[in-house]
């Protein structure tokens, strides 16, 4: 079994592969403050729960966009797992050849993903995850990344709204019935869930625009990261919803370096 951890700047989700199966998936807060003894009771804890011993754990990777919780993290995989973590980074495999002007600008979680989708489909395509941010990633049937957008996610968006606009309600994120709202919570909603379909759709058109005039194939687009269900529903841009995309990217990497 391997333990693969994506960590996130609001949440971290741990998932243990005995070989290519994911048998469990855990979401918790990411949190740079938390000691390696805070997460390790965490940690072990969620295994307790489902019957998992850490000896059976043989290998550990970890993605991150947060490099303050490094150290905590590594140190609590070396002392209660007895083991040295791989981490997403200069130096390790990943199969993807990098476009940006700049490759070590790009986030390790696009690059899990990038590793995923290609291993997966096998062709052009643009991978959308909503998370903090909402990222939108163009890849090659080569497996170039060639580049991408980066938004602010649904939630950040939503809460600037809560916190700049002293009448405006902190709001579930849902999508209501229709887009004229009747009150201000659905006119929030409506303006938050079908702004963010409107810009999915908006952005995905003009990348396959520009990735077809580069001599690409139409591209497939695949969605996932936390929020991607509520707008992967309504979308008409996206082709899939993949929910544990980087969680395989992960499981992928892995094998690749494990020698």
Known sequence: MI???DVGNTNTVLGVFKEKEL???WRISTDAKKTADEYGIQVMQLFYQRNI???????????????????????MIRKYFNLVAMVVGPGVKTGINVK???????????IVNAV?????????????DFGTATTFCAISKEADYIGGTICPGIKVASDALFERAAKLPRVELIKPEKIIGKNTVSSMQAGIIYGYIGQVDYIVNVMKSEMIS????EPFVVATGGLSKLISDESSA??????????EG???IYEKNRE
């Open 250 to 252: 992960l499981r992928i």
């Open 53 to 75: 011993e850490t000896q059976q754990i043989k290998g550990v990777i970890i993605s991150s966009v947060v490099p303050n919780i490094m150290y905590s993290l590594e140190h």
């Open 100 to 110: 940006y002007d700049n490759p070590k600008e790009v986030g390790a979680d696009r």
């Open 214 to 217: 580069m001599g690409e194939e």
């Open 23 to 25: 048998l469990v998936e």
């Open 238 to 247: 996206i082709d899939e919803f993949h929910p544990n995309l980087t969680l």
């Open 3 to 5: 333990l693969v951890l």
């Open 116 to 128: 995923s989708a290609h291993e997966i489909y096998q062709r052009s395509l643009i991978l959308i």
